[in-house]
């Protein structure tokens, strides 16, 4: 997808819907948003979303929507009130391209391995402890809440301890301050053992444990063969390698799988020219590390992953994997019991036919997180020839579904689930959306009844808010 050129005030005639790739200008300061509906008044906190501030500079322009210039936003909800405020994450690399004409490194829509000659490199911070730069690159996919190690960085009364916002395939993290969405410093996964981080690729989503560890993995594609290094970021910050993956070869991973005890590491080695290479399953030790089985099945791609379950049963625990595009569960059996060399399938437990259960971006009630759960929800295509234009609720028990369809197209992003204080029921909350209205030509933060998916009200926007993925909350 390649991005327009100009501000929103100059593309008259546009379709509505493009104006998500059109830049606009950040805003400092909290502003005021007019509400239509009711917001309830037990929604109190702070929703992070992120985005793109723009595409061009001069005349550049990013040919892919993973390659925007980063901000973040921070809508914070309060007595049925909505304010929200932006900030720009990534103003040396604005710049550097100003001045140069280039983007410093590779991009998603070339080759993610090219880096162009004479740019600029980004000082991270590593386990040295060296300080890094704060905004020389732009990071703008997923969020870790309360990053391990980090202490609080705000001076400020805000939700969070910390906030970590992470890049899509490279080894970037960057900190940002939780109430004024300050840049604070770039830093990497680095720790003991760790082969080659500051060239290696990682995933956008790590694993995250119950008391806020990190399960990710690094790529070394200079090692011969290829290492996938698996490894936690303990509580303490301290980083540990969990397990070396050499038999595999490269692929993109977007996001790490995890249970409770277990991470799980999808590989897909097919491409266009190997459709018919298998996808890997690793299952690995998160406490003790080590690889306790290895599994196959026909190739496929997910980027997320929706939850996953371990099953405890005294002859054959398992693990279950659920994934999103179309709504599909893995079933790892008998892991426990593996030995190398076992010919072991994952087998598809449970489909739901695309045309009724199409889901991306998928969250659930983050309390059943790990544990076994009934809900998930997030964008899906009713109308063809749309990218989405609804969101979508999938009981998994009963394999139904509920939509929030507006009534004029509407693309909606990743929902994000936040649950009424004391509440007993799975689906008892709101599901909060940006959605960007072709009737108005601006945006909007939804507020949907995740029980009945009503929509109850909504905060205005006073500007098309550029697209992004992902987005997170922070209950004050």
């Not at 239509?36 to 040919?63: C, H, K, M």
């Not at 890049?167 to 301050?177: E, K």
């Not at 449970?350 to 969250?363: A, F, H, K, S, T």
């Not at 998930?376 to 063809?384: E, F």
């Amino acid at each position: 997808m390649v991005a327009r050129k100009n501000s929103a005030k100059n593309c008259a005639g546009a379709d509505p819907l493009a104006l998500g790739f059109y830049s606009t200008t950040e805003v400092i300061d909290p502003i005021p948003l007019e509400i239509e509906g009711g917001i309830p008044s037990w929604i109190t906190g702070a929703l992070y979303r992120g985005a793109q501030a723009t595409w061009d500079v001069n005349n550049f322009t990013s040919e892919h929507w993973f390659d925007g210039f980063s901000r973040q936003y921070r809508f914070e909800i309060e007595n049925g009130k909505v304010s929200y405020r932006s900030r720009n994450e990534s103003d040396e690399v604005q710049d550097f391209v100003r001045e140069t004409g280039f983007w410093p490194g590779g991009s998603f829509g070339n080759d993610l391995c090219k880096a162009i000659f004479g740019a600029f490199e980004a000082n991270f911070r590593d386990a040295s402890g060296n300080k890094g730069d704060n905004n020389t690159n732009s990071v703008s996919v997923g969020y870790v809440k309360n990053f391990p190690g980090l202490a609080r960085n705000t001076t400020n009364f805000g939700p969070l301890v910390s906030l970590v916002v992470t890049i899509d395939g490279g080894n970037a993290l960057q900190q940002i301050d939780p109430v004024t969405l300050e840049p604070i410093e770039l830093f990497i996964y680095d720790g003991p053992g760790f082969s080659n981080p500051g060239s290696a690729f990682t995933s956008a989503h790590p694993g995250i444990g119950a008391n806020d560890e990190v399960y990710n993995y690094i790529l070394d594609l200079e090692s011969k063969p290829p290492i996938y290094q698996i490894f936690a970021i303990e509580a303490n910050g301290q980083g540990r390698i969990l397990a070396n993956i050499t038999d595999a070869p490269p692929a993109y991973i977007h996001s790490i799988s995890s249970t409770e005890n277990y991470a799980r590491q999808s590989l897909t080695s097919s491409n266009r020219g190997t459709p018919d290479r298998p996808t890997f399953f690793y299952v690995i030790d998160k406490k003790k590390g080590g690889i306790f089985a290895k599994y196959t099945a026909p190739a496929f791609f997910a980027f997320h992953e929706i939850n996953s379950i371990r099953k405890v049963g005294p002859e054959n625990p398992n693990i279950g994997i659920d994934l999103p595009a179309r709504f599909r569960r893995f079933r790892l059996q008998n892991f426990l019991n593996a030995h190398e060399g076992d010919d072991l399938v994952a087998k598809i437990e449970l489909e739901i036919p695309y045309d009724i259960g199409n889901i991306e971006l998928p969250r659930i009630n983050d309390n059943y997180h790990h544990k076994p759960y009934r809900y998930t929800y997030g964008v899906h295509v009713v109308k063809r020839g749309f990218f989405v234009d609804s969101i979508i609720k999938i009981d998994i028990e009963t394999q139904t579904t509920k939509l929030w369809v507006p009534e004029t197209n509407h693309l909606p992003s990743e929902p994000v689930f936040v649950p009424r204080p004391g509440c007993d029921d799975e689906d008892d909350g709101v599901l909060l959306t940006l959605a960007m209205d072709s009737a108005t030509s601006r945006s909007n933060l939804v507020v949907i009844d995740a029980k009945t998916m009503t929509e109850l009200g909504r905060a205005k926007m006073p500007i098309a808010m550029g697209y992004g993925f992902h987005g997170v909350w922070g209950r004050v």
